[in-house]
């Protein structure tokens, strides 16, 4: 819902990591689920930030050409048919 409602009034979303890092890569894969705008991971100097892109790497080469990149919104028809509305 927060993602939804940022857009919906022109805010991008970007998914940030926070201190206290691990290996565990979930945040590009939520990234990428919510079709956030951008991703905040720091510079790949250590190891449980590689894992991160890495991570991304692995869901771009496996996606198909069809299926949206980071930062692509999809929405329904009716969701579309409501924001030209609005404008």
């Known amino acids: 819902d927060a ?4 857009r919906k ?7 940030s990591h ?9 945040i590009a ?3 990428y689920g919510v079709g ?3 991703i905040k991971l720091g510079a790949p100097a ?8 890495n991570r991304l790497l692995e869901i771009e ?3 198909k050409p069809t299926q949206h ?10 969701e579309a048919d409501a924001d030209e509305e609005h404008y």
């Open 61 to 63: 080469k496996g996606r």
């Open 9 to 15: 009034y022109g805010w991008a979303v970007v998914v």
């Open 29 to 31: 894969d939520f990234a």
């Open 3 to 6: 993602g939804w409602l940022a």
């Open 69 to 78: 990149k980071l930062g692509t919104v999809h929405k329904t028809k009716a």
């Open 18 to 26: 926070r201190s206290g890092e691990t290996n565990d890569d979930f």
């Open 46 to 53: 250590r190891g449980e930030r590689v894992a991160k892109y």
């Open 36 to 38: 956030a705008d951008g």
